[in-house]
């Protein structure tokens, strides 16, 4: 599915660049760092590229990896990957100014597994008791869409983008090789949030995301004005 939405922002983008008036378009790289949510001390890099093609449109593609330790806590041989892709649409300013403000459909997919010890996972979020084991592998592939909001800020071809975004996430995670399962009651304790991945097949959440992107353009990088 997350294959699709690419493909069918791409075309999309491509035809509307046929029906505007392209007055600048380029490439640019863009850098980000990241949460990725792998347990504690989960961070990651994000490298992209992002196309202009008219005024009006533009197209992001990221990837994020892992520049955490393998081993954090409980969680062993962390493994995890992000495909990330954009379409942007860039809103004009009257006058002169550093900055423009866009709005942007997202949609990423992600890979990531690790080996969870002395963990726990629930059949379903509403059993009221808990499989606990010693250890296990879980893969957990993440899918998010979201609505994006930004403003980027340039003077010349370096340029930062400040950026949040809200939308649905869908996680679905596996169990295997799990060692000494053994049943036991809900843990019940205060502030005490389950992960996504600590429940066994599909979960949907509710998707939150912030950020500042650094950017280089490679050409003279101008806000979009009304003519």
């Not at 380029?26 to 760092?33: D, I, M």
């Not at 629930?122 to 609505?147: G, H, R, W």
């Not at 843990?187 to 280089?216: D, K, L, S």
């Amino acid at each position: 599915m997350p294959k699709t939405v690419f493909i069918l922002l791409l075309l999309l983008s491509t035809r509307l660049h046929g029906q505007t008036d392209s007055t600048q378009k380029g490439w640019a790289v863009t850098l980000t760092s990241s949460l990725i949510p792998l347990g504690s001390s989960a961070i990651g890099i994000q490298p992209g590229a992002e196309y202009k093609f008219n005024d009006r449109l533009n197209l992001l593609s990221e990837i994020t990896f892992r520049a955490a330790p393998k081993n954090s806590g409980l969680l062993l041989d962390r493994h995890y990957m992000r495909l990330k892709s954009e379409l942007m649409y860039n809103f004009f300013k009257k006058r002169k100014k550093v900055f423009h403000e866009y709005a942007g459909l997202q949609v990423a997919w992600a890979s990531r597994r690790f080996v969870d010890s002395n963990g726990h996972y629930y059949e379903n979020q509403k059993s009221d008791s808990a499989v606990f084991f010693d250890k296990a592998k879980l893969k957990s592939p993440i899918t998010t869409f979201a609505v994006q909001f930004g403003s980027i800020i340039a003077d010349g071809r370096f340029g930062v983008d400040v950026f949040m975004g809200f939308g649905v996430r869908f996680v679905h995670t596996s169990f295997s090789e799990v060692a000494n399962p053994r049943k036991g009651p809900r843990i019940f304790r205060a502030f005490y949030v389950p992960a996504a991945y600590n429940y066994a097949g599909n979960v949907t959440q509710f998707h939150f995301n912030a950020g500042i992107r650094f950017m280089w353009h490679f050409y003279d990088f101008q806000h979009p004005r009304k003519r």
